[in-house]
């Protein structure tokens, strides 16, 4: 369905649904609304997709948008300014040598964004049928971030394990890998066509260093600290927002442990998890009406 927002009300919008993060990062929040911190809409020669960028020394971040009033543009404004208030608050509060993130982290304050954004509209939608078209889009940000980044994840890893062994890689390794992985993971009902066996072949991470995994701890960390956060706990909100201000401080894993969430257990993961189920159960009994 089309879900037409125009820009300056996915910015309110965006305002309201973070206003669980407290007044001075709403404040700070608008300071990016009306300070010249959006490239927003769509020109000739521009590049396509979404980013935000900092440097060191300059007064804020920037982003690069191309807003076309879609609701998923507005998740992509959010999106993008969980990295943009990310970088402002380390780069405020940390020298440069811990000035930046790492990608363990970096997903993280982008990502809690989206989650406080559906959080919200969710609580705030009475048509049944645009809840549905919400539920939706949050299971399959879950469905292809948490599940499918782990099962590229063990992909990656048994690859790099025939590497370590001497053996050859081939294309007929991969194919064969990559059925059974997906066999595996979907269980033995699921039915997949020859030709998907290829579907390695055409994801660009697999030609990248070894981090796809990194997607699914930060979905993992973002949605369990939002839950924290949502929950009306101001010190899970008071650790979050260190978290902003820490930049590469510290080992990433101490980072989110400092925030609120312990990355080495399983709570991250199983949080998500039922979250998953939740809305699954959310999405079935709007449908039977």
Request: proline share 3%.
């Amino acid at each position: 369905m089309k879900w037409e927002i125009p820009y300056e009300n996915a910015l309110k919008t965006i305002g309201a649904a973070l206003s669980p993060l407290g007044t001075d990062y709403l404040k700070d929040l608008h300071k990016a609304f009306s300070g010249g911190w959006f490239d927003v809409f769509e020109t000739a020669g521009k590049r396509s997709g979404a980013y935000s960028t900092a440097v060191f020394g300059i007064p804020h971040p920037y982003m690069l948008l191309s807003y076309q009033g879609q609701l998923d543009d507005m998740f992509t404004v959010a999106h993008e300014l969980g990295h943009s208030m990310h970088s402002y608050y380390t780069i405020q509060s940390q020298p440069y040598i811990y000035s930046n993130y790492t990608i363990f982290v970096a997903e993280v304050a982008s990502t809690l964004n989206e989650a406080l954004l559906i959080d919200y509209l969710l609580k705030n939608t009475s048509d049944a049928r645009k809840k549905i078209y919400l539920l939706n889009h949050y299971i399959d940000q879950i469905r292809g971030t948490l599940y499918t980044q782990a099962m590229f994840a063990e992909f990656e890893n048994r690859i790099h394990g025939i590497a370590e062994s001497d053996e050859a890689l081939t294309a007929e390794t991969f194919s064969k890998i990559t059925r059974e992985i997906y066999q595996h993971y979907y269980g033995k009902d699921f039915i997949m066509d020859s030709l998907y066996d290829t579907n390695w072949c055409r994801i660009p991470h697999f030609y990248y260093n070894y981090y796809v995994y990194q997607y699914a701890t930060g979905i993992s960390a973002a949605t369990c600290l939002a839950q924290k956060i949502l929950s009306g706990n101001t010190e899970s909100r008071e650790a979050y927002l260190q978290f902003l201000r820490k930049g590469n401080s510290d080992y990433s894993i101490n980072l989110l442990k400092d925030a609120g969430v312990d990355m080495t257990s399983p709570e991250p993961i199983e949080s998500t998890a039922r979250l998953f189920s939740n809305l699954v159960d959310q999405m079935e009994d709007l449908l039977k009406i």
